[in-house]
């Protein structure tokens, strides 16, 4: 259940910047991975990240967990957020189109929504939310567009490894509610360490990165990857977790598709069609749905 003295514009903004913060990550790892192999790359992200969080997290006087207990709760939670779900997406884009993987994958807040329903867990279950879900989901698919679904079937190995990072990032944000004693920081360090530990061997042995000419761009696009949507998503997504609760962090999957289109409109000079002006805007409509304040009694 979210803080009932969460302040919902400012949540909403949040929500809305780690929606761009994640979104943004697609366009930076198109660069990256052009001379970057996808394990090597999510080994530098999570490096970085770790880095830069633990620096926050001495600056803000914070502590690491001591208890072992609570190191295995967030390995759970580095999986679930980063190392399985990372690796799942990242094999799946090799074999199937990025706009069906961003719809598969913008799914995670259906998946909230029933394995809450199915646990009984859910915070302040109402239709709202299930309308505002649907109506998130459908505006995905007429952003991307219609005519991506086409190529549902074809791939089905990847199109399955791209529905389960979803699940995995459903599972991600309820698992979340359990470090509700812990400051963002905490969870957010404690995740990328995790993340670390597994996937740099992981490059080591697979990709042989000492072996690597990366490009400046690539470079940088790592960089950006880390600092942007690694270091501030995280920091946003755990606080968001605590007072929006796990559907309705969950949603910001619905903008990041929204994002993507817009920095091409912004960036790249792309026209926006009508049909991708009602998808956005029922994206946000979704979001707001799913997010609206419960009334008091």
């Not at 394990?39 to 208890?67: D, H």
């Not at 957020?81 to 990372?86: E, S």
């Not at 719809?103 to 859910?122: A, D, K, M, Q, Y």
Request: glycine content about 8%; overall charge positive; charged content about 10%.
């Amino acid at each position: 259940m979210a803080d009932p003295k969460t302040n919902f514009g400012f949540e909403l903004f949040l929500l809305a910047v780690l929606a761009v913060l994640w979104g943004s990550s697609y366009f930076f790892m198109k660069i990256a991975v052009e001379t970057i192999p996808p394990f090597s790359l999510i080994a530098i992200r999570v490096t970085g990240a770790s880095v830069l969080l633990l620096l926050v997290l001495f600056w803000q006087k914070e502590k690491l967990p001591r208890e072992v207990r609570t190191w295995g709760h967030l390995l759970v939670q580095s999986f679930l957020n980063a190392i399985g779900a990372w690796t799942l997406l990242a094999w799946g884009q090799q074999y199937i189109d990025s706009g069906l993987a961003g719809v598969l994958n913008s799914t995670s807040p259906l998946f909230v929504f029933f394995i809450s329903l199915c646990l009984g867990r859910l915070e302040n279950i109402s239709w709202l939310k299930l309308i505002g879900a649907t109506l998130g989901l459908v505006g995905v698919v007429l952003i991307v567009g219609v005519d991506v679904l086409a190529g549902l079937g074809q791939q089905v190995l990847a199109q399955l490894a791209a529905l389960a990072g979803a699940i995995l990032y459903a599972f991600a944000a309820l698992n979340g509610r359990r470090f509700s004693g812990l400051a963002p920081v905490v969870t957010a360090t404690c995740t990328v360490l995790w993340g670390t530990v597994f996937l740099v061997p992981a490059a080591l042995l697979l990709e042989q990165p000492w072996a690597l000419t990366p490009s400046t761009e690539s470079l940088l696009a790592a960089a950006a990857m880390t600092l942007f949507s690694t270091v501030f998503a995280f920091l946003i997504y755990f606080r968001l977790i605590k007072t929006l609760g796990s559907l309705g962090t969950a949603s910001q999957a619905f903008l990041r598709a929204g994002v993507s289109v817009l920095l091409g409109v912004i960036i790249l000079g792309e026209t926006l069609t009508p049909m991708v002006a009602v998808g956005v805007s029922l994206a946000i409509l979704g979001v707001i749905a799913i997010n609206f304040p419960k009334r008091k009694a």
